[in-house]
């Protein structure tokens, strides 16, 4: 089935240091969402991306949606130890329901 | 305020018995879908239920049974067919299917 590839799979940084996730797929995508896990929590939605080359921000956070729509990323500028946790892409490939990615984890030192 | 409830929240099974995990919801979603989460996975999707009185098998459906007797409920069966039922469950609704899943808290089911 369809599948979506998010890597890297874990990622450790200095607190105030970048971080970016990438999301791949093989085939064109209607849409991609990304979630956020919190350690021990449930995925809470963050952002839906629609268009070609789409880029939208949530303060620290920049999402970006592929010219091709088959890939996109979540970037976050200047981490803070409120951003650990794991970070899911999804993406509906055209039935209606999403197809999450493996996920990554971030760690933050202090 | 509208969400989505799973019970319990914590849940421990002998080996050979069935085990009903609730999940309830008040935003007036016509869309449920069950995940399984092993540590350190994704989310892989079990079932979920476009309207009610209706359902479909997801990527792991073996093992498991749901109904959809009411908009606002979607319990899982785990049953005693499923090989290795530890796990975290959660429970997720939307609108249309599409846009922005509602996750509940979610069910940590152990087998001893």
């Known amino acids: 089935g369809q599948q979506v590839m998010q890597i890297p799979q874990y990622q450790h940084v200095q607190e105030g240091e970048d971080f970016t996730t990438y999301c791949n797929s093989s085939t064109t995508l209607s849409n991609i969402q990304w979630y956020k896990q919190r350690p021990g929590g449930h995925p809470v939605f963050l952002i839906q991306l629609v268009k070609s080359g789409e880029v939208k921000k949530q303060k620290r956070l920049t999402f970006q949606f592929g010219e091709a729509k088959k890939n996109s990323s979540l970037h976050i500028t200047a981490t803070q130890t409120t951003d650990v946790g794991t970070y899911f892409c999804?993406?509906?490939?055209?039935?209606?329901?999403?197809?999450f990615g493996q996920g990554t984890r971030l760690t933050i030192n202090p | 305020d509208g969400g989505i409830t799973q019970s319990p929240k914590y849940l421990f099974r002998k080996e050979g018995q069935n085990v009903t995990l609730s999940c309830e919801q008040n935003l007036n979603h016509d869309a449920m879908y069950w995940y399984r989460q092993d540590p350190g996975q994704g989310l892989r999707l079990i079932y979920y239920?476009?309207?009610?009185?209706?359902?479909q098998k997801g990527d792991i459906a073996e093992g498991y049974s749901v109904s959809r007797e009411k908009k606002e409920s979607f319990p899982l069966t785990v049953t005693s067919a499923q090989k290795n039922p530890t796990a975290f469950y959660l429970c997720?609704?939307?609108?249309?299917?599409?846009?922005?899943?509602?996750f509940g808290s979610g069910t940590r089911l152990t087998v001893v």
């Open positions: 239920s476009q309207i009610v009185n209706d359902f």
């Open positions: 997720a609704s939307s609108h249309d299917g599409g846009y922005g899943y509602t």
């Open positions: 999804a993406a509906l490939p055209g039935a209606q329901k999403l197809v």
